[in-house]
């Protein structure tokens, strides 16, 4: 039986910032979720996702690309390296209406400090319509003050072309560096 | 004689005017406007109707037109109300408008000019890395910018390899580095120096091409499966 080739790309980031979404966006199986109603108000949502949401990209010829999203809620955060290891991408999703988008980003940037200098990554900031603070020229200093660089783009997770520039940002890393 | 006095050339610069959806009439007067205006102008407009361009002029009835990184120029029937993003023009095109709109533009790819890092312009053999991620000023939510800009982040990259890879123009490409050139993130290196020449500082994200990169062992794919993936995606981009 022909093995199948998987490459595995992982959306990952605050509870509401469009993990899920994201992931449906581009996913054509109908993506598997994990989602159950939230008993936390200080989310602000009616469900959130306490274990992996999955979608699938046939690429055919027995190759496909899985699409990951961690749960947010840092109670889970022992899962979100785990997922990522040995991922071809990482995207990184802020949701900039939540009381402190920076630190929020700074909570993801610790838990994947060891794997971020040598993964290909792309941060999303989204809803910056509503809040357009803190800019994403912010988010890409922090970057740079922790000695990191990689692609910062506003996105509405709605928006397949959004989810999918994100993506190609990703593909041109790994491209660059093989 | 300044570094600077040494670079200037005689020879004006010729500037890329890609005219799309404008009605016989603009054409007309755009090509007119321009034999008039030549001695007002700086750089040598050239009117183009396909291919690389530095300007694009377009009318408003023009649905999903990819407007410049740098510059588009809307001409909108009067009272029609302005466009988001780009710079506007009336209907009837008027010559000082017009004039004026691409001596504002030649002001701006001067400014940009000027300020390379490398004086007379990017050296043959340069190849450039981004220390960081570009402001969203200069990338502006352009498409093409954010892939140039994901490219060069994480290598060093000559100008013909850029275009090649991104499948972007040439000319965007070097549109694009003249201005990164400007911004002090961008590291220019050339083959002979092998140092960066336009570098504030090095940092560990800075290595040479030719150095293996300790940021590939995650992934070791060939580049035909990137292409493979973006098919899979419907990504629009592939070669």
Known sequence: ????????????????????????????????????????????????????????????????????????????????????????????????????PLDDFSTYLDAYMDLLPTINCAVGVGRTGECPLPTVDQFGGLLAARGLAFPVLPVDVRRREDVLMLVDTVLIQAEMRT | MSGLAATVSPVKRELRLLVQNLTGNDLAKVGAFLRIGRERLQCDWHVVFDGEFHVLMRGTEAPGTTDSPLATLCVADAGTGRHDAVEPLSRPLQYEALIEALSALEDRFAGMSAAHAVPGGLPPDARFRLRRWPPA???????????????????????????????????????????????????????????????????????????????????????????????????????
Do not use: Y
Request: glycine share 8%; net charge neutral; aromatic share 4%.
């Open chain 2, 137 to 239: 000023e200069l990338l502006q939510g352009n498409r093409e910018r954010q892939r140039l800009a994901s490219f060069l982040l994480t290598r060093l990259v000559g100008l013909d390899e850029l275009a090649r890879l991104s499948n972007v123009g040439k000319l965007q490409c070097e549109e694009l580095l003249a201005v990164l050139t400007t911004t002090g993130i961008l590291d220019v290196t050339t083959a002979a120096a092998a140092v960066p020449v336009a570098s504030a500082a090095s940092t560990a994200l800075a290595q040479p091409a030719t150095r293996s990169s300790p940021r590939a062992v995650h992934s070791h794919p060939d580049t035909g499966l990137f292409d493979t993936i973006r098919r899979g995606l419907g990504l629009t981009w592939q070669r």
């Open chain 1, 1 to 100: 039986m022909a093995t199948m080739t998987q490459h595995k790309i992982v959306f990952t980031g605050p509870p509401g910032a469009g993990k899920t979404t994201a992931i449906a966006m581009l996913s054509d199986i109908p993506p598997a979720l994990t989602d159950v109603r939230n008993t936390d108000a200080s989310l602000g949502k009616e469900h959130t996702t306490v274990g992996l949401d999955f979608g699938q990209v046939d690429l055919g010829n027995g190759q496909c690309v899985r699409l990951f999203g961690t749960p947010g809620q840092l109670r889970f955060d022992f899962m979100w390296r785990i997922v990522a290891t040995d991922a071809l991408g990482l995207v990184i999703l802020i949701d900039n209406t939540r009381p402190d």
